[in-house]
């Protein structure tokens, strides 16, 4: 097998294995379920992976990366711009994998995942305190602690997540402009979304 090959079929199981979890969560996926959706051999899947959780961690990493690849430009932005494309993004990455929260919820209580979690909240809690202490600087929001506003953010995107999976849609631009509007001061908020 070549090199080509081999990472075309590591693709393969990975979005294979993607799907099932989505599908069932951890617990009740299989190596085999994922083998036949990869249509390939269980010992094929164990040639790319160790076990199941190595498979998750994979999966899960990649969606992380892919994220987190989109957040490079926002540092380029203004800072209200910044904040607002970083909610946006959340909502509609969310929006359109939903099977993928889904997942996360099902599955938050898996113990191997804990590190990985707190490190991508944390990457994203200095991002957005970033933002946040840019915006102040500029004197485009006005907020005393930007550690805590920053969290207050990714809780408030967290429960509007939820609350779309599990009750249906919300206006998810009216619902982040919100978010930015308590942030700017009222004389800058046209300003500030120049």
Known sequence: MNKRSAEQTRKRIAAAALKVFCEKGYRPATIRKIAERAETSVGGVYLYFRNKEMLYREVISEQAGIFQKQMGPLREQSPYGALRSY???????????????????????????????RSFFNSQKVLVEEILKTGVERGTFTIKDCEHTALLILFAIRGAITSHVTHGAEDVHRLCDSICNLLCANEDREAARG
């Open 87 to 117: 909610i946006l993004y959340n909502l509609d990455f969310a929006l359109n994998k939903k099977e993928l929260v889904s997942l996360h919820l099902k599955d938050y209580d898996l113990k191997f995942m804990n590190s990985f979690r």
